[in-house]
């Protein structure tokens, strides 16, 4: 089954295929820009970004929206994350977190499907806590800096593709619209 | 002539009504939520906001979008100001401030009216830098930590509001508004 998926980004694609395939899914980047509006709720962001790529494309997709929540930080970076990334990078977020004794943190990914008369939202947590300084050559964005609760405080950079998808929050996500997409009834209602 | 304005921020409306009063021109809050997309561009911000609301609406309307702009952070945290200061504060900006020498920054303001077959944005900026910590108890968001270039290295805190709004990116966004309605030939149009 192939699908569009609204996305900018070249390695949440990759990501995704690489979960998907096993479930005989191929994501395809949707022909349409994303359109993510700003809110303090990953759902919200992906339920609009999706039903505006619906309504002008007119056929199954997905769009998928993720952050990373800090906690002593009140959620930040959060929905914003990639724009923090891109602005004050690990670097801004470790000096934030100087001198901080909770460093928990969670990325959170949410996957938003849209089919028409179908739409429906799947949601994957990874938990850990921020690193003291960047480690590893893996992944993109905050991954050097997120130590990962089921990884044994490696960072998502120290791991392998596959071995970040086990655990992380997009893997989760993905997996559960991998699930849900090879349930023969609901292939049955997509077809 | 009273216009719809789209915003959840009090703030921003009594200081908008403060500078439109001497033109005339009186806000009311629009009944209808203000959709904010993610864009690194203010005016992409606005325009899209008042392009929403317009077509819920059907009247005419502002909205504003603003930001503050640091340079050594790369514009951070621009258009996400609102989000960022709810979360790390003016705390989180000194500490990411910390050791710069560059500490220059500008607030930027745009102003975006929508009146259906007439849209038009107007910009406003003004210069300054951060300072070493807070100071003053007027405005809000980061005022206290922005001194104004115009103001003699002043916090926007620590002047009074109608101060303020001589030298504000809002009050010169929104003084340009105000001209350009009591233009005759645009009043004309509007009417």
Redesign the interface.
């Known amino acids: 089954m192939e699908l569009y998926f609204a996305t900018g980004n070249p390695h949440k694609l990759a990501e995704a295929n690489l979960i998907l395939k096993k479930f005989g899914v191929t994501l395809k980047p949707a022909p349409s820009p994303k359109?993510?509006?700003?809110s303090?709720s990953l759902e919200e962001?992906a339920q609009y970004a999706a039903r505006a790529a619906y309504s002008s494309l007119r056929c199954p997709l997905v769009v998928e929206d993720s952050g990373l929540f800090i906690e002593s930080?009140?959620?930040?970076?959060?929905?914003?994350s990639s724009?923090?990334y891109?602005?004050?990078g690990c670097g801004?977020i470790l000096?934030?977190m100087?001198g901080r004794c909770n460093r928990e943190a969670s990325f959170k990914c949410v996957v938003f499907y849209a089919g028409g008369e179908v739409m429906c939202s799947f949601v994957g947590i990874a938990k850990g806590s921020i690193a003291e300084e960047p480690r590893g050559s893996g992944g993109f964005g905050f991954d050097p800096i997120f130590m990962s609760e089921d990884l044994n405080g490696k960072t998502f950079s120290e791991t392998d593709p596959s071995e970040k998808s086990a655990v992380s929050h997009r893997g989760r996500a993905f997996r559960a619209l991998g699930e849900w997409l090879s349930d023969s009834g609901r292939e049955h209602t997509l077809k």
Chains 1, 2 share one sequence.
């Open positions: 359109i993510e509006i700003q303090d962001i930080l009140n959620g930040f970076p959060g929905p914003y724009y923090v891109k602005t004050i801004g000096r934030l100087e």
